[in-house]
């Protein structure tokens, strides 16, 4: 099985682990803030199923269903779904939380998997970082906002 990985440059954000938490898993506030997922609901759990519509153009969605498999609050999260059958195409995404002395580093990864991961990769690469470095750079837009009203 072909596995790649994708991931992301790591971003600066000037808050605590937890500020930063609250924003990520306020899963409602999705479409007001997050250009790349713009519409996630689930449970606030591992092994929660999430339904996520997603965009790698800024225009067209994609809806996936897909479980939690890591939901550890302040840290980590992570989630694994398939396009099709999962022995084509699978998927996993990580977001980790690692607290830095002027707040906290953002880091988004994907690894794919199964028998369409070398063909679609190159693909999907450039758009799948660029859609993350947006969401990141949302992210610090949000948590920066919301720092900001409770000022």
Known sequence: MTVSRISSA???IPARAGTVWSVLSDLE???AWNPFIRKAEGGRRREARWRLELTLNGRSYLTLRVQVTCWEPGRRLTWRGGLARPHLLTGCHDVRI???RQGVSLVQAQTFAGLLAPGLFPWLRPR????CAEMNEALRE???RRLAETA
């Open 29 to 31: 506030s999705y479409p």
């Open 98 to 100: 690692i607290e830095t």
């Open 128 to 131: 799948l970082q660029a859609r």
């Open 142 to 144: 949000e948590v920066a």
């Open 10 to 12: 790591e971003i600066p």
